[in-house]
C-alpha cells in the first residue's frame, strides 16, 4: 500500500485532537502510512471560495504541490478539506489558459508549481478501496454491538462531478464500515440531512432548528448514537445538544463517535486510550452498553 500525505486540516489537529489520535492509530494497525507536511488550510471551500476565488484556488494549489514535490497521495480526515482539494483540481483542470497562468504566477512567488500529478482521497475512500471490508473486518477484536445513525455530511461525496465517488444521495460506505466493526446502521428519514452547522453559522436558531430536525429522526429510529466522518459535524452534534435543549426546553444527549473513534474501540482501544472523555456529550453510557 502506497504511504500518504496526511491531510489532517484546522479543526481536528487544533480543536479535536482526540480525532487525529484515533484516526493515526487506525491507520497504523491496518498499515495505511501516512506521513506529515507542512499544510496550510486547505482553505475553508465555502467562506474563502465565495470571497476570493483566486486566491482560494492558489492556497489550495499549494498544498497539491507540497505533495507532489514528493510523489505522495493526499488522504484527508475532513469532508470540507477533500472537497477543497479535489475541487481545487477540478477547477484548474478547466479553467482557461489565462486563469491556469494567473495561478502559476501567484504559485512561483513562493517558488511553487503545480503540476496536477497527485490524488486525493477522504479517509473512508481509503478505508473501502485501498484497505477494504475484509481486512478491517478481521481486525475488530471486540464487535461494536450497538445500533448506529450514521452521518456523511454535506460535503462527503457532494458535488458528485468533483468528488466522484459513493452515492452522493445515498451514500453506502460508511454504512458497510459501521457494519464491519459489528454495528447496526439504522435507518432513518433524516439520514442525508445537513447536521445545521452551516445555517448555524447564519443564524443559531436556523441551525438548531436543523438540529433537531436530525436528531429527532435518530431517536425516532431508535439509535445507540451518531457515527460522523466530518470535523464540522462532529462538532455541531457533540456541542450544540446543550444549547438546542435549552433552546427547546427538551434534553438531547445522543453521543456522537467518528468513524476512527469507533473501529478503534472495535479493534481493542480503550475509552481511556481515545481520550472520549474530551467529548461533549459523554459517551458513558454506550461504552457500558458495549462492556468498555
Not at 240 to 255: C, F, G, N, T
Amino acid at each position: 500500500m502506497s504511504e500518504y500525505k496526511l491531510f489532517a486540516g484546522c479543526v481536528i489537529p487544533n480543536r479535536l485532537p482526540f480525532l487525529e489520535l484515533a484516526s493515526r492509530k487506525v491507520f497504523e494497525k491496518l498499515g495505511v502510512q501516512t506521513s506529515d507536511a507542512p499544510f496550510s488550510c486547505c482553505p475553508d471551500p465555502v467562506g474563502f471560495q465565495s470571497t476570493d476565488k483566486e486566491s482560494w484556488l492558489a492556497l489550495g494549489a499549494r498544498n497539491l504541490c507540497i505533495a507532489e514535490e514528493e510523489g505522495k497521495d493526499i488522504v484527508s480526515l475532513c469532508n470540507g478539506c477533500t472537497q477543497t482539494l479535489k475541487a481545487v483540481q477540478y477547477d484548474i483542470a478547466r479553467a482557461s489558459e489565462l486563469e491556469k497562468q494567473r495561478i502559476s504566477d501567484i504559485l512561483a512567488k513562493v517558488n511553487k508549481e503545480y503540476k496536477g500529478s497527485i490524488t486525493v482521497k477522504h479517509f473512508v475512500q481509503v478505508l473501502i478501496e485501498d484497505v477494504g471490508i475484509d481486512k478491517i473486518k478481521s481486525m475488530i477484536k471486540k464487535p461494536i454491538e450497538l445500533k448506529i445513525a450514521c452521518h456523511t455530511g454535506c460535503h462527503y461525496a457532494r458535488p458528485a462531478e468533483v468528488m466522484n465517488w459513493d452515492d452522493p444521495e445515498h451514500p453506502i460506505y460508511l454504512r458497510q464500515l459501521v457494519e464491519a466493526c459489528g454495528a447496526t446502521p439504522v435507518d432513518y428519514e433524516e439520514e442525508v440531512l445537513c447536521c445545521g452547522a452551516g445555517a448555524g453559522n447564519a443564524k443559531t436558531e436556523y441551525g438548531l432548528g436543523v438540529l433537531k430536525r436530525k436528531l429527532d429522526s435518530v431517536i425516532s429510529a431508535g439509535a445507540d448514537c451518531i457515527c460522523v466522518v466530518c470535523p464540522a459535524c462532529f462538532t455541531q452534534f457533540d456541542t450544540q445538544q446543550r444549547a438546542l435543549s435549552k433552546m427547546v426546553e427538551k434534553e438531547y444527549k445522543i453521543p456522537v463517535l467518528y468513524l476512527t473513534e469507533l473501529m478503534a474501540l472495535g479493534m481493542g482501544f480503550t475509552p481511556k486510550d481515545l481520550n472520549l472523555k474530551y467529548h461533549g456529550v459523554k459517551t458513558k453510557n454506550i461504552m457500558e452498553k458495549i462492556g468498555l
